[in-house]
């Protein structure tokens, strides 16, 4: 088993492919401007307490207001909120909380009106990003994530991921960590903290207090509203998150970026430098690694399996909606129960990558073909459970109903990644009126004249649709060789499987486009 990540700058985002074993299992897309992240941390003004909900709007900046739950104040609310308080004010000389004494927990089933008011300043953390219509959603138990553990302010207790099974490990851990914890504040053990030496954890203790220093200095007399600490980006989150051995390769078609990689890789795992590379193909990076087929053909309505079975994937606000279908799949045998059974478990697997692929989360109902035999049915189960098991979103499972209906709900904090695979009319461009598609050989052949007569050009290739490209380069005496006689220069016709029909662009050495 192996894993790549495939960097993919922009313009105006970054693209991230994780792939396992070639296949794409995650795609994250990271915008230049990332506020209102996940894990970012603002100095905001309560806008308005709504005790029908339970809940306050908080104003953090973004287009509408954002909703903090009493349930996520967290126990130690009162405590952050003196210490976030009074670091605003200039009274809380350092950021060190050794000194601080804890004020009482907040009652579990309490009531918003007695610890917060509206005009009331307020450190919160987003919990979810801004989805639809609805602004981001807070916490004010604010906590910093690092490699290996997450620091928790206000708290003495060590926990420990319940991934971690061995007995011994877990004691190590915890006798590590509480010999090198600061006073006042709690650790979660994270996952990939197992068989880590102390020099690890202790170096990321050491990252997450300077984090912790760092947003101190940016709450000392702050006015709201203001980011006072915001995550890492995408890339160094994911990196973070799913780095590990198995990990072969990381390859990034931009040089600053690469290189932002390559040292930040360095910092939490040394030993995997050498993975990080530099890509500098012509071809872009997803084209040339097959990857935009892999996304024009997971993000459809229609999913199409290998064996002829295909998904059906309607998305609504409230839910997702996966319907299951046989197709053209070939019977191993006449037998409706064993071919409906052997068709669920193939497309099982299947339905837990494109729920991780798309960031599916909510309610998610899965309707597969209908089985009879309950054990069918409980292995159809136990296979979805171990399919799910990698995604590191929390999700619940319920077993098919008797109208095979399988129950999952996921979450959601981001919203869901939408990527329009459907393209437009290459011929009429949604006007309804068409061109004749054969005229498209002479605008190549107009802007290649005229290229040649005005930019004297030496270095040029064409990008093309790959069914123009078989066009172009169709028998012994194709249009390419006629073009190689007439101008005595060889022109390259490369085929882009992102391009529409009658899209194309001549390119420099450099592959960028030359505007004509």
């Known amino acids: 088993m192996s894993f790549e990540l495939i960097i993919n700058s922009k313009a105006t985002e970054v693209d991230i492919a994780l792939l396992k074993d070639k296949k794409l299992i995650e795609l994250h897309k990271e915008k230049h401007n990332?506020?209102?992240?996940?894990?970012?941390?603002?100095?905001?003004?309560?806008r308005k307490v709504v005790p029908s909900l339970n809940a306050a709007f908080v104003d953090v900046g973004y287009e509408k207001d954002a909703f903090l739950h009493y349930l996520d104040l967290g126990p130690q609310y009162l405590s952050m909120k003196k210490y976030f308080g009074d670091t605003v004010k200039g009274v809380q000389k350092s950021s060190n909380l050794s000194?601080?004494?804890?004020?009482?927990?907040?009652?579990?089933?309490?009531?918003?009106?007695?610890?917060?008011?509206?005009?009331?300043?307020?450190?919160?953390?987003?919990?979810?990003?801004?989805i639809s219509t609805k602004g981001p959603r807070l916490s004010a138990e604010v906590t910093l994530a690092g490699r290996y553990i997450v620091l928790v302010p206000f708290s003495d207790k060590i926990s420990i991921s319940q991934k971690i099974k061995d007995t011994a490990e877990k004691e190590r851990l915890k006798?590590?960590?509480?010999?090198?914890?600061?006073?006042?504040?709690?650790?979660?053990?994270?996952?990939?903290?197992?068989?880590?030496?102390?020099?690890?954890?202790?170096?990321?203790?050491?990252?997450?207090?300077?984090?912790?220093?760092?947003?101190?200095?940016a709450l000392k007399g702050a006015a709201p509203v203001k980011r006072v600490l915001g995550e890492m980006n995408r890339t160094s989150t994911v990196l973070r998150d799913i780095l590990t051995e198995e990990f072969t390769s990381i390859q990034i078609d931009d040089e600053k970026l690469f290189e932002e990689i390559k040292t930040y890789v360095g910092t939490i795992a040394p030993k995997k430098v050498d993975i990080v590379k530099l890509y500098k193909g012509k071809v872009g990076i997803y084209e040339q690694l097959g990857i935009v087929k892999q996304i024009k053909a997971s993000f459809g309505k229609k999913v199409m399996l290998k064996s002829g079975a295909y998904l059906i994937i309607e998305h609504t606000e409230a839910m997702h909606v996966i319907d299951v279908n046989s197709g053209n799949r070939k019977a191993s045998i006449q037998n409706q129960e064993q071919n409906a059974f052997e068709t669920n478990m193939e497309v099982a697997p299947e339905i837990a990558r494109i729920l991780r692929l798309r960031d599916m989360g909510g309610i998610v109902a899965i309707d597969f073909?209908?089985?009879?035999?309950?054990?069918?049915?409980?292995?159809?189960?136990?296979?979805?459970?171990?399919?799910?098991k990698g995604d590191r979103a929390k999700h619940n499972i319920i077993p098919p109903t008797r109208f095979g209906v399988m129950e999952l709900t996921r979450q959601r904090v981001r919203p869901v990644t939408n990527i329009k695979t459907t393209e437009s009319c290459p011929a009429c461009k949604g006007s309804g009126e068409v061109e004749s598609s054969i005229l498209i050989i002479d605008e190549i052949e107009n802007s290649l004249r005229f290229y040649m007569e005005e930019y004297k050009g030496t270095d040029l290739a064409l990008n093309v649709h790959p069914f123009i490209e078989a066009y172009l380069k169709r028998g012994f005496k194709s249009i390419q060789r006629t073009w190689f006689l007439h101008y005595k220069k060889w022109i390259t016709v490369t085929g882009v499987t992102d391009y529409n029909m009658l899209?194309?662009?001549f390119v420099n050495s450099k592959n960028e486009i030359i505007q004509l």
């Open 34 to 46: 990332n506020d209102f992240s996940v894990g970012d941390i603002y100095l905001g003004k309560v």
């Open 175 to 217: 006798r590590l960590i509480s010999s090198i914890k600061p006073k006042n504040f709690g650790v979660i053990i994270r996952t990939v903290a197992q068989n880590k030496k102390v020099a690890d954890l202790d170096q990321d203790m050491s990252d997450l207090m300077s984090k912790w220093e760092t947003m101190y200095k």
């Open 369 to 388: 073909i209908d089985m009879h035999k309950r054990e069918n049915n409980q292995k159809l189960f136990e296979t979805m459970k171990a399919a799910m």
């Open 99 to 130: 000194y601080n004494k804890r004020e009482p927990e907040i009652d579990k089933n309490g009531k918003i009106t007695d610890v917060i008011s509206s005009n009331q300043l307020i450190t919160v953390q987003v919990a979810k990003e801004p």
């Open 503 to 505: 899209q194309f662009n």
